[in-house]
């Protein structure tokens, strides 16, 4: 599905202003549909969400590609994932990032996101089986922190994992209402910066 992959990223990615070459080239090189359920892969490029397994949630492809784009990965950072899901939004962070610290709540998702990546070879991601916030705490501070789960309001015992010169990403808000926030550390100061509305999966403490 090479081609369906590069009309995805030209239609739905670049023509919306996702211009990080380095996340392009990341998009390209995985194929969406290995992340989507048998009977959806028709519709891996499709410009939607898609479902999984318990009410989660695939990411529409731009979304992932703009939360990804504004952490500004380098090559050098520990990543916090919260969310593990199908393991798509993993496998893009990882081509990016030194190391993935990635949660999921739902443990038959993070086993099947865990045969994905090794499809792929991808080694440098670390999955784990529980609450996204704490889970990985032994392993803050991190470079970067995204989270597919929204939080009602956000969690301070997460913005305090994040690294001095970090960014966080990360919907907030009820069901009906939500919006993504980036979250800066910057000569110790925390700024929280609104951005556009969005639609996630709620963040869950327990299966």
Request: glycine share 6%.
């Amino acid at each position: 599905m090479y081609d369906a992959n590069e009309r995805m990223l030209r239609e739905q990615i670049i023509a919306r202003g996702v211009s990080d070459p380095r996340v392009i080239e990341a998009f390209r090189s995985v194929p969406r549909e290995l992340f989507v359920p048998g009977p959806l892969h028709r519709a891996a490029y499709d410009d939607s969400p898609l479902p999984l397994i318990r009410g989660q949630t695939i990411s529409q492809p731009y979304i992932v590609a703009l939360m990804t784009e504004m952490l500004r990965l380098n090559g050098d950072e520990k990543v916090l994932e919260i969310g593990t899901g199908s393991g798509y939004q993993t496998a893009i962070l990882a081509r990016l990032a030194r190391t993935v610290y990635s949660a999921e709540i739902e443990p038959e998702l993070s086993h099947a996101a865990a045969a994905q990546l090794a499809q792929l070879a991808i080694t440098n991601a670390v999955l784990g089986v529980g609450n996204g916030v704490e889970i990985f705490r032994e392993h803050a501070p991190f470079d970067a922190i995204l989270s597919a789960a929204a939080p009602e309001s956000l969690p301070e015992s997460l913005i305090d994992q994040l690294a001095e010169g970090g960014r966080c990403i990360i919907p907030v808000g009820a069901a009906d209402l939500q919006h993504l926030w980036l979250i800066e550390r910057r000569d110790g100061r925390v700024t929280r910066t609104r951005l556009e509305a969005v639609r996630f999966v709620p963040m869950r403490e327990k299966p």
